[in-house]
């Protein structure tokens, strides 16, 4: 069912969203134990590639935008790996960690046609304490725009959140023109979740919407740019960048965060905000 072209699941529907964001959170969270310095984000692809079909899932990321008979054009990974200043869309390859390196590390799945989609951003190793600032910073908005939501209230609500906390954190850049996004029957789906903006605009917050909330935040500014490869997008000043993502849904007792593998309870008890899953 769709309202106003937003998607409305059954709580049937949710459950197996949950399984989906399960399949997502189990590999980030093996995903996060792995990243060290030598290993390649190709490897980490092949990591990912065989945990999701371990776990009978499909991943929706591979294939990804493909056109024509031979689907020319689709992303080639299971997940993207996005490396100190790349922000998002990364393709795993032959690239080598280092020491003192951050990776970004976005994630889907697919359960019975229903999908999970989550990000981490990890240091290898140890790095300096802006960028550990920048990756507390960037997580705690994220979390904060999911607490914002509540039903009855607007997309917006979660917006401004977002742009209050990073904006409270210090001096960081909010990447415009990418955006959080509805997800259900198919990954991206309306409406767009943007980082900053306004309370109380967009759509209602509703029962059986589904949303994937993905601050990426910046050392510099907020301008962007696509690299040839057509995917990879990168700070225009060299800045490094952090992204953190987590599909949610908001049910009659509470926020349930579908991709957290304790549902998202303790960090929401720790906002204030009632948990919603079961």
């Known amino acids: 069912m769709f309202e106003r072209g937003i998607e409305i699941k059954t709580p049937a529907q949710i459950d197996t969203m949950r399984a989906a964001g399960l399949v997502v959170g189990r590999t980030l969270e093996l995903l996060r134990g792995e990243v060290r310095a030598g290993l390649t984000t190709g490897d980490l692809d092949g990591i990912a590639r065989d945990h999701i079909r371990s776990l009978g899932a499909t991943s929706n990321f591979l294939g990804y935008g493909a056109h024509g008979p031979s689907g020319a054009g689709g992303f080639p990974g299971v997940i993207c790996t996005s490396v100190n200043d790349e922000i998002v869309h990364g393709i795993p390859g032959g690239r080598v960690l280092r020491e003192g390196d951050i990776v970004s590390i976005d994630c889907g799945a697919i359960v019975d046609g229903w999908h999970g989609d989550a990000a981490l951003t990890v240091a290898v190793g140890d790095v300096p304490d802006e960028v550990t600032a920048l990756l507390e910073a960037t997580e705690e908005a994220m979390w904060r725009g999911i607490a914002a939501a509540s039903l009855g209230g607007r997309v917006s609500d979660i917006s401004h959140a977002i742009e209050t906390s990073i904006s409270a954190a210090g001096d960081y ?39 994937a909330v993905e601050p990426m935040v910046t050392l510099g500014t907020s301008d962007s740019r696509t690299l040839a490869d057509d995917w990879t997008v990168v700070t225009t000043d060299g800045s490094w960048a952090a992204h953190f993502e987590h599909t949610f849904t908001i049910t009659d007792t509470g926020t349930w965060v579908l991709t957290a593998l304790d549902g998202g309870r303790e960090q929401l008890a720790a906002l204030g905000v009632p948990y919603g899953g079961h």
Do not use: F
């Open 173 to 211: 850049g909010i990447v415009e023109g990418y955006t959080g996004h509805g997800i259900g029957s198919q990954m991206h789906q309306p409406p767009d979740v943007h980082n900053y903006g306004k309370p109380r605009r967009g759509a209602k917050l509703v029962r059986g919407m589904a949303l």
